[in-house]
Each structure stands twice: as structure tokens, then as C-alpha cells.
């Protein structure tokens, strides 16, 4: 009798234990470059990603930036139209949605924009007034998610940074996290691709700032004692996986828009393959990760 009851209360402890690791256990969609419009039927096939996104068993979405097409150049009233779309838009998910800051949504730096810096809703205004802060974090079922502004302003051009100020609340807000607590972050121009060495544009001699965090170095040190076992990213229009030294993994997650937005095709002559409009859907077992690409079938309707 004493060995059945043994046995029983063992066989409750093991159940009891995998009911509570299937709980942990998530999927979420990373979801990144909708460059939103509403030409070339971008509006449309954004409704069909939503669609697809609500049929997966995903807990929220995250985005990686370039949301919409696009406010840099200005215009006040055709901006808002953008931003007010995309929000009502997003409406349509049946889960959570965190927001990511692409260079897309810069409002009016560019020289030729009608507004300038005295505007209230210059650079990251008309974001953070519709959807927020540029940068936050959240946690959900044992791993502490980052939201990061990888974009700043020189010169009327945008580059690839993480500015001071957003550093210091960075290192503040790890200091709050346990050093074995998984970490995943997310931002829009990445910390680390090979996108130039496949398809260089020219010799490098020194990182593109609009292409991959000049301060690359900065943020990734913030991390050194922690367990960032993720980094999330947009930008190239592209599927990439990195695993760097079996400890973190640079994922850039293709694109809703497809390259060039909106217009891509399967050959364009030029030695680039251009993968399909879709979305990540990452899986999440403890601390292991695994994805999958989800093309929304959308074929594009403009090539120019």
C-alpha cells in the first residue's frame, strides 16, 4: 500500500510539473515593415495578415517598426491619415499588439518636408501621441520582452542608434531583472545582419548607419549578464537567422510590405531573391525558440 501511494503522489508531481511547463510554453507573432497605405491595396493585404495572425494560437503580436508608408517627408494631414488607418487597423487582432518605432514614422524630418523641428508632433511626436512610448518593456509567462528606438535624426537623414537617455532607463530597467530570466528584444533597424556581405552595394569599410545600430556595441554590453536569448528585428525586408556563439538569436523577421514595398516580384533581374510578404510566428518552449514563416498569399498588384 505504502509503494501504491508512493507512486501515486510521484505520478501527481510529474503531472502536476508538465501542466505547469505546457502553461509556460507560448507562441506570438512578430510581425514587421506593414507599411501601411492605402494604395497599391497595402490596406487589404494588411486585413489578410490580421486574418491569418487570429487563426494561430498566438498570445499577442509584436511589431518590428515601419508601420507606415510614410510621414518622414511630412505633411500633417496625410500623416495623421496614416496613423489613424493603422490604428484602426488594428483593431481587427483578437490579441495584443506592442508597438515598434521603424524610420517610417519619423514625422517630417526630411528636408523637404513642409514642417520642421517646431512642429509638436516632429520626429518621434506623432508616434508616441498615437501609439506610445518608443520604448518600454513588458513581461509574459517567465521571459521580460524590450521594446527599443534603434532610430535617431543627424543631419535630416535618420541612422541606425539607440540614444543616451534610452540607454540609462535600458541598464535601469535589467537592473530590475533576474540574471536567469529569458530576455527577447525588439526594434526595427538591426544589431546585427548580413544583408551587405550577400548582397554588398559596395566594399564596406564601415557600418552603414542606416542600415544595421551604429552603437551597436553599447546595447549589446548592457546585456553581457544577462540571458538575452532573442533579438528581434525589421528593416531589410528579408528572413534572416543568426545563432551567435549558441547564446542569442538575431532574427529578422521578412516583411508584411515584401521589398521593394508593396511591389515585389519573385526576379527582378538584379541577383536578389526577395522573400514573400508574411509574418513570424515564434514558438516558445522554456527557453528554446523555433518560428515559422507565414506568407499571406498576396501577389503584388504594382511593380513599379
Known sequence: MRNLIFILLVFTALTQTLAQSNDADFSFIFMTDIHYQTKRGANEAFQIAIDSANQTNADFVLTGGDLVYDVLRGNFKKSEELFIGYKEAVKGFN??????????????IYEESPEDSTHPDYKYGMFERHLGKTYYSFDHKGWHFIVLNSIDVVGKKYIGMVHKEQLDWLRQDLAKVDKKTPIAIAMHIPLVSTYREIYP?????????????????????????HNLKLALQGHMHWIEDLNIQDRTRFITGGSIAGRPSWRRVDDRGDGIYYNEEGFMLINVKGEEIDWEYIDIGWEARATK
Not at 490579441?95 to 514614422?105: D, F, L, T
Open 95 to 108: 490579441m495584443p499588439v506592442y508597438h515598434c518605432i521603424g524610420n517610417h514614422e519619423l514625422f517630417a
Open 201 to 225: 552595394k559596395k566594399p564596406i569599410t564601415e557600418v552603414p548607419n542606416n542600415i544595421w545600430i551604429y552603437n551597436r556595441k553599447e546595447v549589446l554590453d548592457a546585456f553581457k549578464d
